[in-house]
Each structure stands twice: as C-alpha cells, then as structure tokens.
C-alpha cells in the first residue's frame, strides 16, 4: 500500500482498465475512507452511487447510443467560466493536443477524434463506475468544495491499493439519461463519474499525463 504522498504523487487519469472488479470489501473500505472527508458544520452533502455489472453494461450502451446519434444533453451545472482565462485555455489546449498527439491522432483526422472522445461515454471500458452527486437544491459552490474531497478521497484510497480512476464531468451532459438508470435520483444533482478499476499494464494511453506547473507560477509564502 501507497502512503498518502506516495498516492497523492502517482495517482493520474486512467483511460483503459482490466476487465476484472475491484472485490466488494475493497471497494467498502474505500468508500468508508472517502466519506471521512470534511464538510461545512459536518453536513456531509454529498451523494456516491456505484453502478457495475448488468446495470452498468445497459447504461454504457445508452450513453453509446446516445452519444453516436449526436443526442442533446444538457449538465446539472456549468464546469467552467466561458470563455476560459487565456492562462486556463492555453493550458486546456496543450493537454488536448497533447494526448493526440500521443495517442498518434492527426489534428484534421476527424473521425479518430470522435473515436477519442466516443471513449468518455464507454467509461474507458471501466469495470465499475461510482457517480457523485448531490441533492439539486444544495447547488452552492461550497457543496461542491466539501464533494471534491470526498472525490479526492476516492481517488487517493484508490491509488494507494494499485487501482486507478479517471474523474469524467464530460458524461454529465447526459445526466437525465442517467436518472433513467439509477433508482431514487430524481432529486439528484450529479456533478460528475468516477470509472475505476485495475489499470491495463502496458497501456499506451495510461502512459500520458500532462506537465504540472512549477511552483512558482501558483504557490507563494508570506512572512
């Protein structure tokens, strides 16, 4: 098992899975381990359904048909600013043409880059799937704040036990298709998908991760 900076550090997006499950006792130890998360006076807003299995095949089939006919979606909620900062977008725009580039997609091969982002409404091939979210009347920027820790948490635990995930808001656009799917979530707000399970070895795609800043350019000390 990873220590916690050991996860922290080696934990990126994973885009191709081993079709095997991560085993149930596992996955309750990751989630009790998620759910210490802090939140604004302990309200704990946050909501996490796991879909795998029958259930998860039928609505990777949806989202597949969905997205192949081109159907309109529409999110709970609006991801980031429009337009994005010039800092933000320049660096948006280097993660996607470099993962083209990675993947050996050519900038004006249209139909491979549909083939890419087809791989968002599949989850990666991913075994299982938790979806986070929370009720739709606590859409606040602080709910959000206390739900990403329990999504790091997620993530982290997931790490640390040689397992991977890869934090999807792209498959929110189809968030009523996804209360079709999950009982009980009429009243639910999602913010986004977690598909997870054992990275593929020698994976090609696994293998990219994009530069991070230097410190310089986001952290200061004031003395």
Known sequence: MLTALEAINARRSIREFESELVPADVVQQVVEAAGRAPSSKNTQPWQLILVQGAALERLRADFLAAF???????????????????????????TGFGIFKHKGIGRDDAEKRRAHDR???????APQ???????????AHGTFLDCGFVLDNLMLALTSLGYGSCPQFSIMVYADLLRQHL????????????PFGRPKPGSHVNAFQPARLPLADW?????
Request: with cysteine; proline share 10%; aromatic share 16%.
């Open 119 to 125: 791989e968002n409404f599949r989850f990666f091939g």
């Open 183 to 194: 009982p009980d979530s009429a009243d639910t707000l999602f913010i986004c998908g977690l």
């Open 219 to 223: 952290f200061k000390v004031v003395e």
């Open 68 to 94: 192949d006919a081109s159907r309109p979606g529409k999110p709970d909620y609006r991801y980031a600013p429009d337009p994005l900062p010039d800092a933000w977008m320049a660096r948006a725009r280097e």
């Open 129 to 139: 799937v938790f979806f986070l979210g929370t009720q739709k009347s606590a859409h």
